[in-house]
T-cell receptor, first 109, second 113 residues
Framework: DAKTTQPNSMESNEEEPVHLPCNHS???????IHWYRQLPSQGPEYVIH???SNVNNRMASLAIAEDRKSSTLILHRATLRDAAVYYC??????????FGTGTRLTIIP | KAGVTQTPRYLIKTRGQQVTLSCSPI?????VSWYQQTPGQGLQFLFE???????NKGNFPGRFSGRQFSNSRSEMNVSTLELGDSALYLC????????????FGSGTQLSVL
């Protein structure tokens, strides 16, 4: 299973962009990169996923390095509601999903 | 469309007892997976079911078991409860197996006294 490395915590000012990095140097060629976040007292929620090219949705953007050994989740304008633990997870199929410890994002008003 | 429903929301048990937790997936979803979350260990994978068959199991003792019914609803059972089993148990459903995106319930908070 691919291993991931994320910073334990990050802070950002409200209404500014946030770049959350993830290193997944052992990722295989068929692993999708998924990002989830967990708000306080809730189950995790899906944010975005991609395979090789950059992806955008209404919540965030995902920038994947050309060698796929790292990726960055981009929140374009952070709000207080974005304060959560963010998990980066390489996923293919038929494997035990490993969430890791994630990055705790604090938004400063 | 209703989300993933887990019952009960909170549960208090004593050591040695057994417990059954229930998960109703989103309608049409055939895959259900279970996770244990504790402050010290984070989110750990328990098992995954697809069409009533267990596809994967995490590194947990045999006291932890589960099953999935023909309507995709799932239950997990923990026998001979230990203090260390106190945790938030989360269920997630998806249309198909990974890498489909997961939809999580709010979890069942189990306290073992």
């Amino acid at each position: 299973d691919a291993k991931t490395t994320q910073p334990n915590s990050m802070e950002s000012n409200e209404e500014e962009p946030v770049h959350l990095p993830c290193n997944h140097s052992t990722i295989s060629g068929t692993d999708y990169i998924h990002w989830y976040r967990q708000l306080p007292s809730q189950g995790p929620e899906y944010v975005i996923h991609g395979l090789t090219s950059n992806v955008n949705n209404r919540m965030a953007s995902l920038a994947i390095a050309e060698d796929r050994k790292s990726s960055t989740l981009i929140l374009h304008r952070a709000t207080l509601r974005d304060a959560a633990v963010y998990y980066c997870i390489p996923i293919f199929g038929n494997e035990k999903l490993t969430f890791g410890t994630g990055t705790r994002l604090t938004i400063i008003p | 469309k209703a989300g993933v429903t887990q019952t009960p929301r909170y549960l208090i048990k004593t050591r040695g007892q057994q417990v059954t937790l229930s998960c109703s997936p989103i309608s049409g979803h055939r895959s259900v997976s279970w996770y244990q979350q504790t402050p010290g260990q984070g989110l750990q994978f328990l098992f995954e079911y697809f069409s009533e068959t267990q596809r994967n199991k995490g590194n947990f003792p045999g006291r932890f078991s589960g099953r999935q019914f023909s309507n995709s609803r799932s239950e997990m059972n923990v026998s001979t409860l230990e203090l260390g089993d106190s945790a938030l148990y989360l269920c997630a459903s998806s249309l198909d197996v990974a890498p489909e995106k997961l939809f999580f319930g709010s979890g069942t908070q189990l306290s073992v006294l």
